[in-house]
Nanobody, 123 residues
Framework: QVQLVESGGGLVQAGGSLRLSCAAS????????MGWYRQAPGKERELVAAISSSGSTYYVDSVKGRFTISRDNAKNTLYLQMNSLKPEDTAMYYC?????????????????WGKGTLVTVSS
């Protein structure tokens, strides 16, 4: 069983930055791919960024060049550095992990989820 706890969300002005963190209760050496998803009010959840155990990454087109995903296996923590934030980035952001697949991409599936952290970007 893996518990994931997100932190780092908040209110920021457009153009600002935030760094999200996701602390895992178990060693992420035992976890394969990890990712950040987001869901805005009235919209479907979407994969924002993902990283494999070997460091391969995936980003949705709308965040390429602005967001950076990384993982620190020694600290059992996943990060999402978000720069040049836009109002359309406003959403609940969720950390997720897969213990059975190292694939990163839009069709990846996860078996553990955090409860989310809210990011609000004002214009």
């Amino acid at each position: 069983q893996v518990q994931l706890v997100e932190s780092g969300g908040g209110l920021v002005q457009a153009g600002g930055s935030l760094r999200l963190s996701c602390a895992a209760s178990a060693s992420i050496f035992s976890i394969n791919a990890m990712g950040w998803y987001r869901q805005a009010p009235g919209k479907e959840r979407e994969l924002v960024a993902a990283i494999s155990s070997s460091g391969s990454t995936y980003y949705v087109d709308s965040v390429k060049g602005r967001f950076t995903i990384s993982r620190d296996n020694a600290k059992n923590t996943l990060y999402l550095q978000m720069n040049s934030l836009k109002p359309e980035d406003t959403a609940m952001y969720y950390c997720a992990a897969s213990t059975y697949s190292d694939y990163v991409g839009p069709k990846m599936t996860m078996d553990y989820w955090g409860k989310g952290t809210l990011v609000t970007v004002s214009s």
